[in-house]
């Protein structure tokens, strides 16, 4: 099913802040938009995640996710949801995800047109889901009043906090991040990130045009050292 930028604006974040979050762990396969078959001999049997996170297999690219072939399923999946596709991300991807043993199964909705709040969790217990609590939470710890209310709750699996919390864009109203659980800190702040590239580009420009200063500098300087000697060894040919 198609998606809106907004919607891949938002699993492109997931994708990459897990990747480098988990980025010193070979055993840790995170994934995104593809296909995962959980049956062995039914390839219709198949299912797509907007993203998931497995612990216990090698950490490569692949095309697809075999749970027969990779000995075990995925414990972490989110689905970055929309009024199309809830009734598939409630329903017939929710029972599958706990058939097959998906731990903690996240669901955000970036418009907030039917999850109210806009992230739904659940847990796997006894081999049903459970829903976990989302706890709110004041952006401006000081002006809780201000209207800018987000939503929070901890990854047991992932070791992060996560947030949802509304933004000033009105073509964007809710944004997913993680959040280091210990530190506080955003895993990846990609406008900081976008920040601290231009500032690197700003500084190799500027490195770039001194060092080709000091090239064209010292190119004046041997031209003018070579017409002084130039000078000097008439000067010295002259009879006295």
């Known amino acids: 099913m198609a998606e809106?930028?907004?919607?891949?604006?938002?699993i492109v974040y997931l994708y990459l802040a897990l990747r480098w979050w988990f980025r010193a762990e070979p055993q840790i396969n995170v994934g995104a938009n593809m296909f995962l078959y959980y049956r062995e001999g039914h390839p219709?049997?198949?299912?797509?995640?907007?993203?998931?996170?497995?612990?216990?297999?090698?950490?490569?690219?692949?095309?697809?996710?075999?749970?027969w072939e990779e000995k075990q399923a995925p414990q972490v999946v989110f689905e970055v949801t929309s009024p199309k596709t809830r009734e598939v991300d409630l329903g017939r991807k929710r029972l599958i995800y706990a058939e097959i043993g998906v731990a903690e199964y996240y669901l955000f909705d970036p418009f907030g047109q039917y999850l109210k709040p806009p992230i739904r969790a659940y847990r796997l217990d006894g081999g049903e889901?459970?829903?976990?609590?989302?706890?709110?939470?004041?952006l401006v710890p000081?002006?809780?009043m201000n209207g800018f209310n987000g939503w929070r709750l901890n990854s047991d699996k992932l070791n992060l906090e996560l947030r949802a919390m509304p933004t000033n864009k009105p073509d964007i109203p809710y944004i997913l991040r993680f959040f280091d659980r210990h530190t506080g800190?955003?895993?990846?702040?990609?406008?900081?990130a976008m920040e601290e590239r231009e500032k690197f580009a700003d500084l190799a420009r500027g490195a770039e045009a001194r060092a080709m200063a000091e090239v064209e500098a010292r190119k004046i300087l041997e031209a003018e050292n070579a017409r002084l000697r130039a000078e000097l060894e008439k000067l010295r040919g002259k009879p006295a």
């Open 129 to 138: 889901y459970v829903p976990c609590e989302i706890e709110p939470f004041a």
């Open 142 to 144: 000081d002006n809780p």
């Open 185 to 192: 800190e955003m895993v990846i702040d990609p406008e900081k």
């Open 4 to 10: 809106t930028s907004i919607h891949v604006l938002q």
């Open 44 to 67: 219709k049997k198949r299912i797509a995640p907007d993203l998931y996170v497995a612990w216990g297999v090698p950490k490569r690219e692949r095309r697809n996710y075999k749970i």
